[in-house]
């Protein structure tokens, strides 16, 4: 990620919060950060806490990021120009190219029944995988594909991607 200042120290800007019930309270904006799936707002909200004393109640200040816009409104009047941007950084050639990988990896969906063991291996974010199943490698995907009863999905592309592997990557090449 880079920065879009100088290392200047930073000065708080007021921002409005969306509150989870829907109040609004002014915080202070310290930076906001770019990710993948939106933009986060690093706010200090003010709060009481507890002080030394039994009836003791002082100030205090909660940092957190906030999802922008969803949990924040810009104040009338104030100006967010200087506040630090921190930028994904730009997409290699590849990435803009293929777009984004996959998880790798492969689960065993084992069917119940009796006899001999059945199942179906699917990609790791296959929508018919099982929640919770352990991740296989490669090879263990394959030794799992191997036995009579196991078939491949071809939903998710596991069929597609492990059959060469399988059978060889000559098969349907006949010369």
């Avoid at 179906?120 to 919770?132: L, M």
């Amino acid at each position: 990620m880079s920065m879009s200042s100088a290392a200047e120290p930073a000065v708080p800007v007021p921002i409005r919060v969306v509150l989870p019930g829907g109040q609004e309270v002014v915080a202070a904006l310290w930076s906001r950060r770019q990710l993948r799936d939106g933009w986060r707002y690093e706010v200090t909200l003010p709060v009481w806490k507890n002080g030394p004393g039994d009836d003791d109640v002082e100030p205090a200040e909660y940092r957190v990021w906030v999802r922008a816009p969803e949990h924040v409104r810009p104040v009338d009047g104030v100006s967010y120009d200087d506040v630090p941007n921190e930028y994904l950084e730009p997409p290699s050639f590849l990435e803009r190219e293929l777009g984004p990988r996959r998880p790798s990896g492969w689960v065993l969906a084992k069917a119940g029944g009796r006899g001999p063991s059945r199942g179906v291996v699917h990609a790791v974010d296959c929508t018919e995988a099982p929640p919770g199943a352990p991740v296989l490698s490669l090879d263990q995907a394959l030794d799992a594909a191997q036995h009579p009863g196991t078939r491949l999905c071809s939903l998710c592309g596991a069929a597609l991607e492990l059959d060469p592997v399988l059978k060889g990557f000559d098969a349907g090449f006949d010369s």
